[in-house]
């Protein structure tokens, strides 16, 4: 019932910074937490930052100071604003849902790669 589509990837050196988008459609009122994930090659999936609907946020300890998630309700989008970005970042960002019904949805993931 909803659906997630990031934006925002690409290629950057280290030390600087992206901001990822996710644009989500569909049952939007449904929505209880939206965050962002990745997947480095060969790793598992990791949680880097999640916001509720009143706007808090939680970071993952390797990017607290440098990543800032945050959303606009009126258009129904979240970011990830990345700062000082490390080698050790690079790795498909996916942005993610829950609903109040406990219901998950995924986008597709935008590859991040930092690299001189």
């Known amino acids: 019932q909803v659906q997630l589509v990031e934006s925002g990837g690409g290629l950057v050196q280290p030390g600087g910074s992206l901001r990822l988008s996710c644009a989500a459609s569909?049952?939007?009122?449904?929505?209880?937490?939206m965050g962002w994930y990745r997947q480095a090659p060969g790793k598992q999936r990791e949680l880097v930052a999640i916001i509720f609907s009143g706007g808090n946020p939680n970071y993952a300890d390797s990017v607290r100071g440098r990543f800032t998630i945050s959303r606009d309700n009126s258009k129904n989008t979240v970011y990830l604003q990345m700062n000082s970005l490390k080698p050790e970042d690079t790795a498909v960002y996916y942005c993610?849902?829950?609903?109040?019904?406990?219901?998950?949805?995924w986008g597709k993931g935008t590859l991040v790669t930092v690299s001189s």
């Open positions: 569909g049952s939007v009122s449904s929505i209880r937490v």
């Open positions: 993610n849902t829950h609903l109040w019904d406990d219901m998950i949805y």
